[in-house]
């Protein structure tokens, strides 16, 4: 079974920094994989921020955190990270993974039917 858990999230002030990690198993970065993150602030829509592919160039990021955010992978950890600098109270949502196969990540979407993997989510609190 295709599983991705992600960690990492919690508390900053605005301005500050977290970094978010999604460790994925079942499936090997050597496939064909587009991994990101998608994230859902109350009362409002899902947001798809960030994306990089396993075998492709090329990552993707959303204009609300481009130059803020920096997606990065590990293959050898089969991990995926979120680097967030920055922050903004905007930011506060809940910040969930998820890994779709053979995807070009200029294609990530918050509300795809083809999820292969899709965490449970951790919550991100940005204060002012």
């Known amino acids: 079974e295709r599983q991705v858990v992600e960690s990492g999230g919690g508390l900053a002030q605005a301005g500050g920094s977290l970094r978010l990690s999604c460790s994925a198993s079942g499936f090997t970065f050597e496939d064909d994989y587009a991994i990101g993150w998608i994230r859902q602030a109350p009362g409002k829509d899902r947001e798809a921020i960030s994306c990089i592919s396993t075998r492709r160039s090329g990552t993707y990021y959303a204009d609300s955190v481009k130059g803020r955010f920096t997606i990065s992978s590990d293959h050898a950890k089969n991990a995926v990270y979120l680097q967030m600098n920055s922050l903004k109270p905007g930011d506060t949502a809940v910040y969930h993974c998820?890994?779709?196969?053979?995807?070009?990540?200029?294609?990530?979407?918050?509300?795809?039917?083809?999820?292969?993997?899709w965490g449970l989510g951790t919550q991100v609190t940005v204060s002012s």
């Open positions: 998820a890994a779709i196969k053979w995807l070009e990540c200029r294609d990530w979407t918050p509300d795809s039917p083809y999820y292969d993997a």
